[in-house]
């Protein structure tokens, strides 16, 4: 395995592996406000703990993994290989079907112990990472699927049509990731065909979180919705609610959205609330400042549910 990113040094630097640690500096020189990220670096990048991806190193681990992944891959045609060395199995059509649009959004999410535990030490199984965003850690034993090209994606995809033979994988991985899908139903048929028989399945979806798009957020599921996702081809070992998703952090998230959507003078008075006020919250309440100061797209963030009028065309 290998740490993906260092500090960014004089010794190291290292441009594009720099701007892919950095978007918005990325940002900012594909803008014209920058001449480049070394310039950057050399003015302020070097006092601000700035951080550069090894993509060499990155380069040398996928290589190894190339022959693996190659006889797995089940695509129309030879698929176009990424300046990162990876698949391509992501055109515009494909693109434009799935809703992926150009993001310098970074999605990032660690794995669990138990997770982790099992890449380490199952290393002659090969997991499939559905979605894996950015990968702090690189793993020679993990193929990282993604629609966005980072330094850490192996093949350019999306989980409604995972580009990999029936049976291919003995884990699959969706973390955070069933959510911003446009077709839940097709990613849940997709991950259980290329699993193989007796293989595994880990996927984390959220309930009640607010609004998050990456680039968008089509669906949050109850207990009932995750298993009706997965109620053929598959056994469920458990399902449980981890700390990390408890409702004490979706009240924490929540409120401090909110919070964050006032005035100064209103959100101090809104942090002074107690629980009980809240709990307590009438029709009457609904002309307090904390309540109408919420912007729309607030609203929409946090919203208990919408109200769409459509006319058919």
């Excluded at 950095?22 to 951080?51: M, W």
């Excluded at 040398?60 to 990162?84: D, F, G, H, T, V």
């Amino acid at each position: 395995m290998l740490e993906t990113s260092v500090a960014a040094t004089f010794e190291n630097f290292e441009e594009e592996g720099y701007l892919q640690a950095n978007p918005d500096v990325a940002v900012a020189v594909r803008e014209g406000q920058l001449s480049s990220g070394r310039y950057h670096f050399e003015i302020i990048g070097h006092t601000e703990s700035r951080r550069i991806i090894r993509t060499d190193a990155i380069l040398a681990i996928r290589n190894k993994k190339i022959s693996r992944l190659a006889n797995l891959l089940q695509w129309e045609e030879a698929p176009a290989r990424l300046s990162n060395g990876g698949y391509n199995c992501l055109p515009d059509e494909l693109a434009e079907m799935a809703g992926v649009v150009p993001t310098d959004s970074i999605s990032q999410h660690d794995y669990i112990e138990a997770v982790k535990s099992r890449i380490e030490t199952d290393q002659d199984k090969i997991f499939l990472d559905a979605g894996a965003g950015y990968r702090p850690v690189y793993y020679e034993n993990v193929i990282n699927l993604e629609i966005v090209p980072y330094a850490t994606t192996d093949v350019l995809a999306v989980v409604e049509k995972i580009p990999f033979r029936d049976n291919s994988f003995d884990y699959v991985i969706s973390n955070a990731v069933l959510e911003h899908v446009r077709d839940p139903f097709s990613a849940a048929r997709e991950m259980t065909r290329v699993l193989k028989p007796g293989g595994e399945m880990f996927v984390h979806v959220p309930f009640l979180q607010p609004y998050h798009g990456y680039p968008h957020h089509y669906y949050n599921m109850t207990r009932d919705g995750l298993r009706n996702l997965f109620k053929e081809g598959v056994d469920v070992v458990s399902h449980t609610v981890p700390f990390y998703f408890h409702p004490a952090w979706v009240a924490s998230w929540f409120l401090s959205s909110w919070a964050s959507g006032l005035s100064e003078e209103t959100r101090n008075l809104f942090e002074k609330m107690t629980v009980k006020d809240l709990i307590n919250f009438e029709v009457g309440d609904m002309i307090k400042p904390f309540v109408r100061e919420l912007s729309e797209s607030k609203q929409f963030e946090l919203a208990s549910g919408t109200f769409l009028i459509a006319r058919k065309k």
